[in-house]
């Protein structure tokens, strides 16, 4: 499939248009919103933030917030008024974002972390025995889905050097920004990116300047731009499949379609890695339903992976 092409004419498309206007902006934005869940907060802050602003350029000030922004980093639990696609990023990358690519970071937005830092410590810790029945002479081949700014295939390049393998990971994004800063190896800076034993064998700074990836981990990435409703994925097959935060923004038919595309990259007898919420809420059952019928099962109690059956 020519990843362009299907991006371009998906609903999503980010429309031709240098300066549109607030109606405009709010038009791109209900038609994002039509294919998630109804009753999501985000879309409920972001469609708040449209009715206070008086045109685009006051919406886009109100998204870049800077008192709100920091506010709302050190409490992400409270009301967005607007920051939250902006609170995951920087202003280098927010910089490169046009208008529409900005509101949509409010409704799909970019939250990464180092997994041993953050929600996938315990998958960061279950990966040896995850792939324990991987030949290590041979490749292992990782997609990240989405990838956002690049820390969780950065986590899982670092993941698969502890457990021995030849790893390379392919992140994708629909967000081209965010594919950009990915490969630049320089991450998004956070409190807790250091919080690991081992994180200088695949981090580096110097002094007070940014945190990159090591040559090492650079060596075993690449990044491009895909999209997990119109299926513009690499073709794979992986071994492994990482989809985690993202599947929770979806419903009914574009939770189904998003998770049939994801599914279709892992290699019979392959991995393939969620995150709790699909594994307990009951939003995401539907998920647990489709993992079930396509021969996946659930290799861990207190960790996401579940492992697609060789003859499925």
């Known amino acids: 499939m020519n990843f362009t092409l299907a991006l371009m004419n998906d609903a999503w498309a980010i429309p031709p248009i240098p300066d549109p206007t607030l109606p405009e902006l709010r038009r ?4 994002v919103a039509a294919d998630l869940d109804p ?3 985000y879309i409920a802050e972001l469609f708040a933030v449209f009715d206070a602003s008086s045109d685009a350029a006051d919406l886009l000030a109100r998204l870049a917030d800077p008192q709100r922004t920091a506010v709302f980093q050190t409490d992400g639990s409270q009301a967005s008024a607007g920051e939250r696609g902006f609170s995951w990023v920087d202003p280098q990358t927010w910089e490169v974002m046009n208008p529409f690519e900005r509101v949509l970071s409010n409704l799909l937005t970019g939250e990464t972390r180092m997994m041993w830092s953050g929600e996938g410590a315990p998958e960061f810790r279950r990966f040896p025995e995850a792939t324990a029945a991987h030949p290590r002479e041979q490749p292992f081949r990782v997609a990240s889905i989405p990838c956002s700014t690049g820390k969780e295939a950065f986590s899982l390049v670092a993941a698969g050097l502890e457990a021995g393998l030849d790893v390379h990971v392919t992140g994708v ?6 594919v950009e ?8 800076v956070h409190g807790r990116d250091w919080d690991y034993p081992r994180a200088g064998t695949y981090l580096q700074r110097s002094g007070q300047g940014p945190t990159t990836i090591r040559d090492a981990v650079r060596a ?9 409703l119109t299926g513009a994925l690499p073709e ?3 071994d492994l499949v990482s989809c985690r935060n993202l599947l ?4 009914g038919e574009t939770l189904e379609r998003a ?7 892992v290699k019979p007898g392959g991995l393939l890695l969620h995150d709790a919420f699909v594994c307990s809420s009951a939003e995401m059952a539907p998920v647990r339903a489709l993992l079930e019928a396509a021969g996946y099962r659930r290799l861990f109690p207190d960790a996401s992976y579940f492992r697609r059956d060789h003859d499925a």
């Open 259 to 265: 998770w049939t595309h994801v599914a279709a990259r």
């Open 220 to 228: 075993r990435l690449d990044f491009e731009q895909g999209d997990v």
């Open 39 to 41: 009753g999501s907060r």
């Open 28 to 31: 791109f934005a209900e038609k």
């Open 248 to 251: 929770g923004y979806f419903r």
């Open 236 to 238: 794979g097959p992986f």
């Open 173 to 178: 994004d629909r967000q081209p920004a965010y």
């Open 181 to 188: 800063r990915a490969r630049s190896g320089r991450l998004v």
